[in-house]
């Protein structure tokens, strides 16, 4: 392992790595430059400190937000037939994990087939500790080997790391964040951390009614609109400023043409602000901070994607609205 990731042993079974990223000084590049492109965005990722973290939990119980309780039954239903297929393998990678409430359906069922099972959750976010301590005292036969960093820095430890025969999940339809030109990529790298016979479960949230993704991304309790509006929270912790969140408002809307839902912070009024010496950055009343997309896959955009990156889908699950599917693939 490179000499950039350090090491924390917790206990004798949960051991974690910080692979580096969670650096104050990239947030704030990122940020900068994010703001000074035109339109302006900011990643998706940068969401995640522990506030944005503890609201993404919340957005998953509103009635809104079908995404979460649909990809839950799914794999409520369909774990045991997943780990008999993956009956040779006792290692479950899971890039993404956040709490990794619905990832406990996978790692029951894993364990009832062999143990121990090594769990190796990949997130930016410190819920991660967590998480994980809470999985530990949940079931016996676990062992927790955390990554705290970025999917493609902890891709790189895995392969590695560790040779023996894998799953990696890659659920919540987090690979929907990803434009679809880096989602290809994306899907390559993973593969090119695999070998053959391993296995990649990925969930991916579909196309459906309008009403319905509208609805899920503008929960009536508001608290989309709370996450979305925290990242203004973060610049101002982290780069100690104080920025009116009162001067940005949260919008989010189905984009047909692009088949996925936008998320933005509109700027209420004319207002400017400096950030750590970076000049001045200015915003026009109505210009927007464009800070997630979220595509919906057709079942031809899944099967295009696989394909692209020289995987073959070998079983794929849906729950009975046709909202959510779940994806194994394969090399
Ligand atoms: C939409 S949430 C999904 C969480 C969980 N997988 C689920 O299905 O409910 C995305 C998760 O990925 C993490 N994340 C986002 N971007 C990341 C990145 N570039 N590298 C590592 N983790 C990331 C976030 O901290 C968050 O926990």
């Not at 042993?9 to 704030?28: C, K, M, P, W, Y």
């Not at 993404?96 to 619905?102: A, H, L, R, V």
């Not at 899944?302 to 889908?313: M, R, T, V």
Request: glycine share 6%.
């Amino acid at each position: 392992m490179s000499a950039e990731y350090l090491k924390e042993h917790i206990n004798d079974r949960f051991s974690l790595v910080h692979a580096g990223n969670g650096d104050v000084s990239v947030f704030a590049d990122d940020v900068i430059a994010g703001l000074r492109s035109k339109p302006k965005q900011i990643s998706p990722k940068y969401f995640y400190d522990d506030k944005g973290s503890e609201l993404f939990e919340k957005i998953c119980t509103t009635p809104e937000y079908y995404v979460t309780r649909t990809e839950a039954s799914i794999l409520k239903e369909h774990s045991r037939e997943i780990a008999d297929a993956n009956s040779d393998k006792s290692l479950v990678v899971e890039l993404g994990s956040g709490s990794s409430i619905k990832t406990r359906y996978i790692l029951n069922a894993f364990i009832k087939n062999t143990t121990p099972v090594t769990y190796v959750p990949i997130d930016v976010s410190q819920i991660l500790v967590q998480s994980g301590n809470a999985l530990l005292r949940e079931f016996e036969g676990l062992l927790v080997n955390g990554i705290i960093g970025e999917y493609e820095h902890a891709l790189e430890i895995v392969s590695q790391v560790y040779k023996q025969p894998k799953i990696i999940l890659f659920l919540g339809s987090s690979i929907g964040n990803f434009d679809l030109k880096y989602a290809e990529e994306f899907l390559k790298k993973i593969s090119a951390c695999t070998n053959k016979g391993d296995s990649l479960l990925i969930g991916f949230d579909l196309v459906k009614d309008e009403n319905i993704l509208n609805a899920a991304y503008n929960d009536n309790e508001g608290v989309t609109a709370e996450f979305n509006l925290n990242l203004i929270r973060r610049i101002n912790n982290e780069f100690g400023v104080q920025i009116d969140e009162n001067n940005f408002e949260h919008t989010a809307f189905f984009n047909p043409q692009k088949s996925r839902i936008e998320m933005h912070l509109i700027s209420k009024c004319d207002q400017s602000f400096c950030l750590n010496g970076s000049g001045e950055i200015s915003f026009r009343k109505n210009e927007t901070i464009h800070t997630e997309n979220s595509y919906k896959f057709t079942g031809e955009m899944i099967k295009a994607l696989a394909e692209s990156a020289g995987l073959s889908i070998q079983n794929s699950w849906k729950d009975k609205n046709n909202y959510f599917e779940l994806c194994l693939m394969g090399k």
